[in-house]
T-cell receptor, first 114, second 114 residues
Framework: AQSVTQLDSHVSVSEGTPVLLRCNYS??????LFWYVQHPNKGLQLLLK??????LVKGINGFEAEFKKSETSFHLTKPSAHMSDAAEYFC????????????FGKGTTLSVSS | KAGVTQTPRYLIKTRGQQVTLSCSPI?????VSWYQQTPGQGLQFLFE???????NKGNFPGRFSGRQFSNSRSEMNVSTLELGDSALYLC?????????????FGPGTRLLVL
């Protein structure tokens, strides 16, 4: 069965320092993986998507993620945090190869201090 | 191109009532999925509609139902509301079902059951 585990429920960083949000996945087939971000009282916005092309995926707002099959990981990184990055981040895997449903991790809340 | 729109944005109901939520997908998108977001359970898949047919269903009771119209707009209905149905209901659209296409989310409808 497909699943994702976000290893940290809360991450705090200072503005200008690197961001690392960790995600491990379990999949019985070659998965599609996503990172979505949700700002307070807003819907979900797609940050980036992995679909078996390049293992290093670049997304919006300077975020990127690396797919590591040997470690079953898909960690999200950003070289330098900005105050506007404060939000909740979700690591997501498709439930089946048809991509019918998304399975969400529990989310990681990112706090950015000045 | 306009994004996914959901109406109403906020709703207050009492136990035992029923509620209907509406979702208009991005123009050209024919697949609509619904998700429930609660603090305790996180984001969970409810169901997906494509070409007016339910393609997949999550693990929710029969009180939760939906439909899709010929213009791809979708409605979700919850009957005999319970306190635990209080949640943010998110709608997502994509071009087609049965693919790994990205799902794009609306801002959600926040339902409060008293």
């Amino acid at each position: 069965a497909q699943s994702v585990t976000q290893l940290d429920s809360h991450v705090s960083v200072s503005e200008g320092t690197p961001v690392l949000l960790r995600c491990n996945y379990s999949s019985s087939y070659s998965p599609s993986l996503f990172w979505y971000v949700q700002h307070p009282n807003k819907g979900l916005q797609l940050l980036l998507k992995y679909t078996s092309a390049a293992t290093l995926v670049k997304g919006i707002n300077g975020f990127e993620a690396e797919f590591k099959k040997s470690e079953t990981s898909f960690h999200l990184t950003k070289p330098s945090a900005h105050m506007s990055d404060a939000a909740e981040y979700f690591c997501v895997v498709t439930r089946n190869q048809a991509g019918t449903a998304l399975i969400f991790g529990k989310g990681t809340t990112l706090s950015v201090s000045s | 191109k306009a994004g996914v729109t959901q109406t109403p944005r906020y709703l207050i109901k009492t136990r035992g009532q029923q509620v209907t939520l509406s979702c208009s997908p991005i123009s050209g998108h024919r697949s609509v999925s619904w998700y429930q977001q609660t603090p305790g359970q996180g984001l969970q898949f409810l169901f997906e509609y494509f070409s007016e047919t339910q393609r997949n269903k999550g693990n929710f009771p029969g009180r939760f139902s939906g439909r899709q119209f010929s213009n791809s707009r979708s409605e979700m209905n919850v009957s005999t509301l319970e306190l635990g149905d209080s949640a943010l209901y998110l709608c997502a659209s994509r071009v087609a079902s049965g693919t790994q296409e990205t799902q794009y989310f609306g801002p959600g409808t926040r339902l409060l059951v008293l």
